[in-house]
């Protein structure tokens, strides 16, 4: 059950941050003759910085969290049934990597926003 809580609030704090970032990344409509040319006031960089930040800590405790599972069942696979270690670590190998290719574009995204400041 508090598993369960702690998913529903983690999804709940990725949405809120998704909509945070689309609404940063709306451009508004530049007159031809006016160029605008002004920076981000303070709070709004303080607010991408604490958002990248915590997406990047979000997902890799939940990629720590999808890969401790996964290693966890698949040693728990080996140790009934050694004799399938060779048919389980190839699976479980790929999806290690399936686990971490979401933190790595989780931290593409967060320097996205960092360096679009």
């Known amino acids: 059950m508090m598993l ?28 031809e003759e006016v160029v605008v040319t002004e920076e981000l006031p303070a709070n709004v960089k303080a607010a991408i ?3 990248a930040g915590l997406g990047i800590a979000i997902a890799a405790f939940g990629g720590a969290l999808g890969q401790g599972f996964g290693i966890a069942s ?13 048919k389980i670590i190839t699976p479980m190998i790929i999806g290690l990597a399936m686990i971490e290719s979401l933190v790595i574009y989780s931290l593409l995204v967060s320097l996205l926003l960092v360096f679009k400041l």
């Open 49 to 51: 910085a604490f958002g």
């Open 74 to 86: 698949a040693l728990n696979g080996i140790a009934r049934n050694p004799a399938a270690s060779g």
């Open 4 to 31: 369960k809580k702690i998913a529903f609030f983690i999804l709940v704090v990725t949405f809120a941050l998704g909509v945070v970032g689309v609404a940063l990344a709306a451009e508004e409509e530049v007159k």
